[in-house]
């Protein structure tokens, strides 16, 4: 299937594993490389530029096919060695770079002289159009069924994914409650070149987290996450556990009073206890409502190459027997 992403990226499919905090090393990114997708490897779960440039080094080792880089920008004091990661990702060979959170115009010229392919994650219409004129390449399309930070609009993806593809000239995919190729296909069919998957990647063989958080999203339904930290305007869709509702208590005691040192035990610093050693009632940790469609774990070649035969079979098959 070629699309305007696929040729952008040089992948043979129209599929994005998205960066993943403590989900995205090098193992998960080489696999869905190597299955056609593009793998994302997640910067700041690196704690140095020298270690992502390590991790960059061990992906290129698993894969020969092209493989990217998530950089997230977040308003903190301690500001991330956001240069020494830029240069790790020039100096490595990388391709492509996925970009979140705060405005990425700073990274823009070095990735752009350097050749590298900047795609943008966006909530909203309005996001995606400021990151086409500030000359990102591509935009990742988040609606609110996402897993992590679906902004502040609330818009799901079969009202936000037409518009985006009626207000922009640059190629997106479509992100948020991504799983199958019936997923593939409706993102096509609203005008997206390409889908962005995140919780489905989690639960798959080579994802490099616990057993008990493949398990547990393959027991969850779509009525298992939660929105937590909206009245901070930081809202983050998470999977719900002991820790998450009483974050969600803790919200609803202090009302309009609430800061975010009131919720930090829920939320900071839990994502190595959670995915690195199954401890699932340790914090919030980011996950979709497309849980509920997920049954099973397989290698990512063989979801990526089940959802590419779904979609042939229903472009090909089901569609084409309803227009004659």
């Known amino acids: 299937m070629k699309t305007r992403i696929t040729e952008m990226f040089g992948i043979e499919h129209p599929i994005i594993q998205g960066g993943m905090h403590y ?4 193992e998960m990114a080489a696999a869905v490389s190597n299955a ?6 997640t910067g700041l779960t690196q704690k140095t530029a020298a270690d992502l440039a390590n991790e960059i080094a061990r992906c ?4 020969d096919k092209p493989f990217g880089v998530n950089l997230t920008f977040l308003p903190v004091v301690n500001q991330p060695d956001y240069p020494g990661m830029v240069k790790a990702i020039i100096e490595g060979g990388v391709t492509v770079v996925e970009t979140a959170g705060n405005n990425p115009v700073q990274v823009l010229p070095v990735l752009k002289e350097h050749g590298i392919k900047v795609i943008h994650k966006c909530t ?15 935009v990742s399309v988040d609606g609110f069924e996402c897993g992590g930070h679906p902004g502040e609009d609330d818009i799901p993806n079969m009202i936000l994914l037409p518009r985006a593809a009626d207000a922009l000239d640059i190629p997106f995919v479509a992100s948020g409650g991504m799983a199958d190729g019936r997923s ?12 962005n998957m995140g919780t489905r990647f989690i639960a798959t063989q080579e994802a490099p987290v616990h057993a008990n958080v493949k398990a547990a999203i393959v027991a969850a339904s779509e009525l298992d996450t939660r929105l937590v930290m909206r009245p901070l305007r930081n809202t983050e869709r998470v999977m719900t556990n002991a820790a998450v509702e009483r974050l969600l208590e803790i919200e609803k005691e202090k009302g309009a009073d609430l800061q975010f040192s009131d919720v930090i035990e829920q939320v900071a610093g839990v994502y190595p206890r959670i995915m690195m050693q199954g401890e699932m009632d340790a914090g919030a940790w980011s996950c979709g409502m497309v849980a509920g469609l997920i049954n099973d774990i397989p290698t990512c070649k063989e979801l990526i190459d089940r959802i590419m035969a779904e979609a042939d079979a229903i472009i090909h098959k089901r569609l084409a027997g309803i227009a004659a």
């Open 36 to 41: 056609g997708g593009l793998g994302i490897i």
């Open 184 to 195: 593939l296909v409706a993102a096509l069919a609203m005008g997206a070149d390409g889908m």
């Open 60 to 63: 290129k080792d698993m894969t």
């Open 23 to 26: 989900v995205g090393f090098a």
């Open 124 to 138: 909203s219409v309005r996001h995606s159009l400021k990151a086409q004129s500030i000359g990102c390449d591509a």
